[in-house]
Nanobody, 125 residues
Framework: QVQLVESGGGSVQAGGSLRLSCAAS????????MGWFRQAPGKEREGVAA????????YYAGSVKGRFTISQDNAKNTVYLQIHSLKPEDTAMYYC??????????????????WGQGTLVSVSS
């Protein structure tokens, strides 16, 4: 079955950086969308970045553009999320997701159906 295992979360000071990893297994990695979502306490889950594994095209939420970078290592079936200039409002559980296919040239947030357990990012001011 589909397995997504996130790692790399932690507690950091504002202004710091983190790189989250998501190792995927149990399905054909290439040719799908993979995404990173986050859920802050008391808030709804939101999509922050996605990548189409077929050709590496990327998508970002407007709120994180310029600070978040999604990338992949196809040989390892792994997706990364590099976060720079962390802010306290980035504090959240970060989830990796897959199951979405490219639709009209986009990876739509609502199409993701498989989820990892999440990794916690905590940013202090």
């Amino acid at each position: 079955q589909v397995q997504l295992v996130e790692s790399g979360g932690g507690s950091v000071q504002a202004g710091g950086s983190l790189r989250l990893s998501c190792a995927a297994s149990g399905y054909t990695y290439n040719g799908n969308c993979m995404g990173w979502f986050r859920q802050a306490p008391g808030k709804e889950r939101e999509g922050v970045a996605a990548i189409y594994t077929g050709d590496g095209r990327t998508y970002y939420a407007g709120s994180v553009k310029g600070r978040f970078t999604i990338s992949q290592d196809n040989a390892k079936n792994t997706v990364y999320l590099q976060i720079h200039s962390l802010k306290p409002e980035d504090t959240a559980m970060y989830y990796c997701a897959t199951g979405a296919v490219l639709t009209n040239g986009y990876c739509y947030w609502a199409d993701f159906i498989y989820w990892g357990q999440g990794t916690l990012v905590s940013v202090s001011s």
